[in-house]
Structures are given as C-alpha cells and as structure tokens.
C-alpha cells in the first residue's frame, strides 16, 4: 500500500541549510507537499511539486523531486529559530480525489 | 480572505457519547476533507467531500461520518467514543478535487 517515510528529527544550527528528506511509494501520486506544524497549531501548506517537474524554488524553500528513487526532499536555507516546527511530506492519495498520505513529520530543531 | 475555521477548538466528552465537528472551508472552496492526527498514528485521512458527495474514505469504522452542506460548510460526527479516538482533527478544504490543501487549527478532542 501507500507509505510515506521520512527521517523523525533534525537538529541544525541558525543560519545553517536545513534539509528533509521524504521517500513515498505511490508513483501516481500527481502532487507532493510540504507541510509545516507549529505547537498547538494546524498544518500550515509550504510549498508543493507537480510530479513532472525536478525542482521547485520558492524564496529559502527549494524543493527536489527525484521520481525514480520516489525520494523528495526539502531544503531550507538560512534556517531561523522560528523554522522549528515538524515538517510533513504527503502525496496524493490517489489520482481520483485530494485526499492525502503523510508521513510521520520530522521534528526540526534550531539552535542559536 | 478568512482560512478555514473549525469549531469548537476544545472538545471533552465521555466514552459512549457521541460527537459534531464542525468546519467551515475557504471562501469559494468546494473540496473538505477531514483527517485525524494523533501521537501513534500521525495524519489520517478520514474523508473528503466534494458538491455534498462523499468521494473518498479513509480506513476509519462506519462510527465516523460526515457530510456536506450546499454551502460547503461540512460536519464530522462520531457516534459511541472510545478513548481512541481522543485526537486532533484537522480540516482542510481546496477549491476543487486535485488541489492544494488548506488546513483549519483543529479541534482538540478529548474522551474521558
């Protein structure tokens, strides 16, 4: 079945790159997301990739695709204290609808 | 333009009663979808909503249901709880099926 993995924590220091990385299972899957949850909070969307597309750019977020090991990742550049939060890989439940598959999240912590 | 509300924030009921969450999506969005997050099990899907239709449904017992309105306002309901189901329940809506998702803060739900 469908399955999305991801690594359960990071530790980086402030000003550092910060990268996640994500393996899925369903190589249907039209879009894979990034999601990022603060304490007490709901799931706030980052950034996504269409699946026929490599990389995805979008400010100190850079998105990379790599369909045929099905891995995806996440990398923040100069990364803040306020970047702490668990990071959500998801894709596409099936083609037919929006509903998503997450992972477990990876807790990323920031030093100063 | 106002996210996606859901009401009540806080919830605490017993075992064996039942439950009604509400979520009101983004201003135009038609799609809801509901998941569960909790600390073992991370993000579920429950079920996603589309023109009051059900089109999809998670691996959840027939206890959770849910609808539709016409406005695209959608309720969960829960019959007979269980300690289980103690959770986070997020909401998301999309403009329409296949699109980006946007996450409501949740309703924290308690069974004592």
């Known amino acids: 079945g469908e399955d999305v993995e991801q690594s359960l924590f990071l530790s980086v220091r402030e000003g550092d790159s910060s990268v996640i990385n994500c393996t899925y299972t369903d190589s249907s899957s039209t879009y894979l997301y990034w999601y990022k949850q603060e304490p007490g909070a709901g799931l706030q969307l980052l950034t996504y990739?269409?699946?026929?597309?490599d990389m995805k750019q979008d400010q100190r977020l850079t998105v990379l695709l790599n369909k045929k090991d099905k891995h995806l990742s996440l990398r923040i550049a100069d990364t803040q204290t306020g970047d702490s939060a668990i990071y959500f890989c998801?894709?596409?439940?099936?083609?037919?609808?929006?509903?998503?598959?997450f992972g477990k999240g990876t807790t990323l912590s920031v030093s100063s | 333009k106002a996210g996606v509300t859901q009401t009540p924030r806080y919830l605490i009921k017993t075992r064996g009663q039942q439950v009604t969450l509400s979520c009101s999506p983004i201003?135009?969005?038609?799609?809801v979808s509901w998941y569960q997050q909790t600390p073992g099990q991370g993000l579920q899907f429950l079920f996603e909503y589309f023109s009051e239709t059900q089109r999809n449904k998670g691996n959840f017992p027939g206890r959770f249901s849910g609808r539709q309105f016409s406005n695209s306002r959608s309720e969960m309901n829960v019959s007979t709880l269980e300690l289980g189901d103690s959770a986070l329940y997020l909401c998301?809506?999309?403009?329409?099926?296949?699109?980006?998702?946007?996450f409501g803060p949740g309703t924290r739900l308690t069974v004592l």
């Open positions: 201003s135009g969005h038609r799609s």
């Open positions: 998301a809506s999309s403009w329409t099926v296949g699109n980006e998702q946007f």
């Open positions: 990739i269409f699946s026929n597309m």
């Open positions: 998801a894709e596409t439940f099936n083609q037919a609808g929006t509903a998503l598959i």
